[in-house]
Protein backbone atom coordinates (compact mmCIF):
# COMPACT_ATOMS: atom_id res chain seq x y z
CA UNK A 1 0.00 0.00 0.00
CA UNK A 2 0.88 3.57 -0.84
CA UNK A 3 -0.15 7.01 0.50
CA UNK A 4 -0.04 10.29 -1.01
CA UNK A 5 -0.18 13.36 0.23
CA UNK A 6 -0.41 16.66 -1.77
CA UNK A 7 0.09 19.97 -1.15
CA UNK A 8 0.64 23.73 -2.78
CA UNK A 9 -2.26 24.02 -4.54
CA UNK A 10 -3.91 27.53 -4.19
CA UNK A 11 -4.89 30.64 -5.79
CA UNK A 12 -2.54 32.80 -8.33
CA UNK A 13 -2.39 35.41 -10.55
CA UNK A 14 -2.04 34.84 -14.31
CA UNK A 15 1.80 34.52 -15.05
CA UNK A 16 2.61 33.55 -11.44
CA UNK A 17 3.88 30.33 -10.53
CA UNK A 18 3.12 27.58 -7.81
CA UNK A 19 5.00 24.19 -6.34
CA UNK A 20 2.77 21.53 -5.70
CA UNK A 21 4.24 18.56 -3.43
CA UNK A 22 3.19 14.90 -3.06
CA UNK A 23 4.85 12.61 -0.45
CA UNK A 24 4.77 9.60 -0.77
CA UNK A 25 4.45 7.11 2.71
CA UNK A 26 3.91 2.77 2.90
CA UNK A 27 5.22 0.45 0.65
CA UNK A 28 7.99 3.28 -1.31
CA UNK A 29 10.45 0.65 -2.47
CA UNK A 30 7.92 -0.65 -5.06
CA UNK A 31 7.14 3.07 -6.67
CA UNK A 32 8.62 3.33 -9.84
CA UNK A 33 6.59 5.75 -11.64
CA UNK A 34 5.12 9.30 -10.49
CA UNK A 35 2.88 12.38 -11.69
CA UNK A 36 0.89 14.68 -11.64
CA UNK A 37 -2.49 14.53 -13.70
CA UNK A 38 -5.59 17.49 -13.73
CA UNK A 39 -9.39 16.96 -14.72
CA UNK A 40 -11.37 19.94 -15.83
CA UNK A 41 -14.93 19.94 -14.78
CA UNK A 42 -17.89 19.19 -17.52
CA UNK A 43 -16.59 15.86 -18.26
CA UNK A 44 -13.17 16.63 -19.96
CA UNK A 45 -10.72 13.76 -20.18
CA UNK A 46 -7.80 13.79 -17.27
CA UNK A 47 -4.88 15.36 -18.41
CA UNK A 48 -1.91 13.85 -18.00
CA UNK A 49 0.68 16.83 -16.90
CA UNK A 50 3.38 15.54 -16.27
CA UNK A 51 5.41 11.58 -15.29
CA UNK A 52 8.83 10.93 -13.91
CA UNK A 53 10.48 7.82 -13.26
CA UNK A 54 12.59 6.33 -10.43
CA UNK A 55 15.56 6.84 -12.76
CA UNK A 56 14.71 10.62 -13.28
CA UNK A 57 13.61 10.71 -16.90
CA UNK A 58 10.78 13.21 -17.19
CA UNK A 59 7.55 13.50 -20.08
CA UNK A 60 5.42 16.75 -20.18
CA UNK A 61 1.96 17.51 -21.73
CA UNK A 62 2.15 19.47 -25.00
CA UNK A 63 0.25 22.11 -22.75
CA UNK A 64 2.30 22.97 -20.08
CA UNK A 65 6.22 22.19 -21.83
CA UNK A 66 8.65 24.71 -21.13
CA UNK A 67 6.39 26.08 -18.33
CA UNK A 68 6.25 22.81 -15.64
CA UNK A 69 8.97 21.27 -14.18
CA UNK A 70 8.42 17.61 -12.53
CA UNK A 71 11.49 16.49 -10.29
CA UNK A 72 11.76 13.47 -7.35
CA UNK A 73 13.20 13.86 -4.22
CA UNK A 74 13.65 9.85 -3.26
CA UNK A 75 15.18 10.52 -0.03
CA UNK A 76 12.15 12.48 1.12
CA UNK A 77 9.77 10.35 -0.91
CA UNK A 78 8.50 13.16 -2.89
CA UNK A 79 7.64 14.52 -6.03
CA UNK A 80 7.06 18.30 -7.42
CA UNK A 81 5.58 20.22 -9.84
CA UNK A 82 6.93 23.49 -10.20
CA UNK A 83 4.57 25.07 -12.40
CA UNK A 84 5.06 29.24 -13.88
CA UNK A 85 4.30 31.46 -16.43
CA UNK A 86 0.19 30.15 -15.28
CA UNK A 87 -2.73 30.56 -17.32
CA UNK A 88 -6.08 31.11 -16.62
CA UNK A 89 -6.81 27.63 -18.65
CA UNK A 90 -4.63 25.64 -16.42
CA UNK A 91 -7.13 26.35 -13.66
CA UNK A 92 -7.70 22.75 -12.11
CA UNK A 93 -7.68 20.23 -10.02
CA UNK A 94 -3.93 18.52 -9.59
CA UNK A 95 -3.66 14.85 -8.40
CA UNK A 96 -0.40 13.16 -7.66
CA UNK A 97 -0.31 8.99 -8.58
CA UNK A 98 2.84 6.71 -7.96
CA UNK A 99 2.81 3.66 -10.11
CA UNK A 100 3.58 0.62 -7.55
CA UNK A 101 1.68 -3.07 -8.51
CA UNK A 102 -1.16 -0.74 -8.46
CA UNK A 103 -1.21 2.90 -9.02
CA UNK A 104 -2.16 5.22 -6.13
CA UNK A 105 -3.54 8.68 -6.13
CA UNK A 106 -3.51 11.82 -4.09
CA UNK A 107 -6.90 13.04 -2.56
CA UNK A 108 -5.96 16.34 -4.94
CA UNK A 109 -5.26 19.93 -4.78
CA UNK A 110 -6.92 22.67 -6.70
CA UNK A 111 -5.19 25.36 -8.60
CA UNK A 112 -7.14 28.25 -9.42
CA UNK A 113 -5.50 30.86 -11.96
CA UNK A 114 -7.12 34.32 -11.87
CA UNK A 115 -6.80 36.67 -14.89
Known amino acids: QVQLVESGGGLVQSGGSLRLSCTAS????????MGWTRQAPAGKARELVATITSGGSTSYADSVKGRFFISRDNAKNTVYLQMNSLKVEDTDAYYCYADAVLRYWGQGTQVTVSS
Open 26 to 33: GTIRSINV
